[in-house]
């Protein structure tokens, strides 16, 4: 239970891992979300006080002289009566309105009166103390001022609204979002653009590993204006160099040793043929021993024969000879049109061809067919699928299956899975199902292997050859 929770975690954070290109471009766009959020606010601070304090500034100037005006204009006997005429000759600022005390009584404006004074202030102006404070009246933010009127016991109050500073505020505060949006994508943008750019090279080497990987051999790096890259591949051209040069001498080894053991082989068939004309006059013994020489002969030559196709691919050298081959003919003449078999065809299977190299294709799927006779109690079903991009040819067997680890290594050369370094006298080479490989990617396709559908594990195997459009309709 604890060895599969900890594959699941394994398997999540390997899923949450991010690209070195993606985190560049996050960290970019962290980078730009975060200096635009410190531009944005520090923006903020500065235009909101410069605006309040510009605001409050005229406010208490315009306060202070319609302030001065009244105490110039009153007299000991003036009355709440005598200030209409007054305050028509004061300085008037658009937003704000004006209260006037005169002893007990006061002056409202057209929404406010004396409650709507915050007491702070009227203590203040109470102690003959100029004061002014922001608070919200009505749902409103408002600057409130009050100057108190020494020579008399009067008090100017000064109510300006800043509704429309909060507006601009607002709308201030909408520009910077956007523009830090704005600068938050660029920054991603420009780290995508820089990581591409970065990458490049890496990207490069990783190609033409995956070409090397892929069999082509003289894949090299193109020199860089750069001289940290341009030695970076020179290096990896220096060793993908070496490398083709091993591959090349090995496959020449191995296809001379084939060639040299071909006049050999001959005469030991030619040999054995001879003694088995002569059978019936040798002891039982020797017919035993004819029988098993005979075998391990037939098996030799076809090792031989399969290595030689092997160092083709290693040398580079195997091409293909592309035919138009029609799939259910082809497909029943591989098989002899065996009646133990049940075979499952596309409607258009009479009609339907396949642009194929004919001798690579029928010897993969003879070597399934072999495979499943000697180690699938015999095949049992050839199932061809086509879709818009391929075509699948499965081979079913009723062998006793392949497990997962050993699918891994099965079309490794010379790989017989659990029988691995039995020696039996099934007669294989341990080849077979390399070269399927191998002719399935000259093909530009692939093959692997699976269970049954719809079975358990255990209950038999299917072998899939997957051709990429390598299919069209007559």
């Not at 080894?253 to 060639?259: D, K, L, R």
Request: glycine share 8%.
């Amino acid at each position: 239970m604890l060895n599969k929770e900890h594959d699941q975690s394994e398997i999540l954070s390997y899923k949450l891992k991010l690209g070195l290109r993606t985190r560049i471009s996050l960290f970019f766009a962290v980078g730009g979300l975060l200096i635009s959020i410190g531009l944005s606010g520090a923006t903020l601070v500065l235009t909101r006080q410069q605006l309040i304090d510009s605001r409050e500034n005229a406010a208490s100037a315009f306060a202070l002289t319609n302030a001065t005006r009244l105490s110039n204009q009153l007299t000991p006997d003036s009355s709440v009566e005598d200030l209409p005429s007054i305050v028509d000759s004061m300085t008037k600022i658009e937003g704000s309105q004006r209260l006037i005390r005169i002893g007990n009584d006061w002056l409202p404006s057209q929404e406010l009166d004396r409650e709507d004074i915050p007491e702070n202030i009227l203590k203040r102006v109470t102690e003959l103390k100029a004061g002014q404070l922001r608070v919200e009246i009505n749902g409103k933010t408002r600057l409130v001022l009050g100057i108190p009127l020494q020579l008399f016991d009067a008090a100017y109050f000064a109510i300006v609204d800043l509704t429309d500073l909060e507006e601009t505020l607002d709308d201030l505060r909408i520009i910077l979002f956007g523009a830090g949006a704005g600068v938050t994508s660029l920054a991603a943008l420009l780290g995508w653009w820089i990581s591409r750019r970065t990458l490049r090279p890496l990207r490069n080497v990783r190609e033409a590993a995956e070409a090397i990987a892929g069999g082509r051999l003289d894949t090299r790096l193109i020199r860089q204006s750069d001289p940290d890259l341009d030695r970076l591949s020179e290096s990896f051209n220096e060793m993908a160099r070496a490398l083709e040069e091993r591959i090349h001498r090995d496959a020449r080894f191995a296809s001379e040793v084939s060639h040299e053991l071909r006049s050999p082989l001959t005469t030991l068939k030619a040999s054995v043929g001879v003694l088995e004309s002569r059978k019936n006059e040798l002891s039982k013994r020797s017919q035993t021993a004819l029988d098993l020489l005979s075998r391990d002969l037939e098996r030799f030559n076809r090792l031989v024969s399969e290595l030689l196709e092997i160092s083709g691919y290693d040398a580079g050298a195997a091409s293909l000879e592309l035919e138009e081959v029609n799939v259910a003919q082809f497909i029943q003449a591989t098989t002899r049109n065996d009646t133990s078999i049940t075979y499952m065809l596309p409607p258009n299977a009479d009609s339907l061809v396949m642009n194929v190299d004919k001798r690579r294709l029928a010897r993969a799927l003879s070597n399934l067919l072999d495979n499943a006779y000697r180690y699938g109690n015999g095949p049992t079903l050839i199932e061809v699928s086509t879709n818009e991009n391929s075509i699948q040819i499965a081979v079913e067997d009723a062998g006793p299956g392949i497990s997962i680890e050993e699918r891994k290594i099965i079309f490794d050369r010379f790989s017989r899975g659990s029988s691995s370094g039995q020696r039996g006298d099934d007669g294989g080479t341990g080849l077979g199902l390399s070269l399927v490989q191998e002719d399935a990617r000259l093909h530009g396709g692939k093959v692997w292997v699976e269970n049954l559908k719809g079975s358990e594990a255990g209950t038999g195997s299917r072998f899939v050859i997957e051709l990429p459009t390598l299919k069209k309709e007559i």
